[in-house]
């Protein structure tokens, strides 16, 4: 094999990764290999003196690190508004995102009477996430905890749970049964206690 042919499959590999990382739903995944993929065509175009894409994948690759460095700074611009289920805002997240919700949250069609509190969250005043709950005292268990799949990757878990600790809610509890989520809550602090997930 050449040293040719080896640059310009590095070439292909990183315009393989650039178009690969437009199909992530997450944005942090999307950033993420588009900076790879950007910074390999970025060497391969200056291994072939073609200076112009050299200078448009380094700009792609400064612009991507200063959105990540954004996208995962602690001090993000998340909030937490109290709704009700007949918001609007809230009406189109469950509408919008119905069969996610539904995959992740199965019972929740079931469970709506028991619904008490309600909270929008939102990332830089965009919608990303929803969590229905019932709240009892100290308690608060959660019937939905949905975030949409672009800011799964934003910590938007801990700011709800440390937000929720912060209004009073020492004990937070998940009884549901979809392993995927339960997983999630495990790698999110919840412990197995009396046949529920407690945080």
Known sequence: MTKELIWELIGYLG???????????????????????????????????SYPTAVMNAALVAIN?????????????FTLIEASVNDAS?????ERYKEDIDRYFPDRGSRLS?????FLELRDDNLAGITLGKSSGNEFLFLTDYSTPQYRDCKLGSFVYKQLNEMGYSKLCYDGN???HKEYLKKMGFREENGMLVR
Do not use: P
């Open 114 to 118: 028991e619904v008490n509190k309600v």
């Open 65 to 77: 690190i200063w959105f990540l460095v954004k996208l995962i700074n602690k001090d993000k611009a």
């Open 178 to 180: 979809n392993a995927v």
């Open 90 to 94: 809230a009406v189109h997240m469950l």
């Open 15 to 49: 315009s393989l990764l650039v178009v690969v990382s437009l199909l992530m739903s997450s944005v942090i995944k999307l950033r993420i290999i588009n900076t790879i993929g950007s910074l390999i065509f970025c060497i391969y175009a200056l291994v072939i003196r």
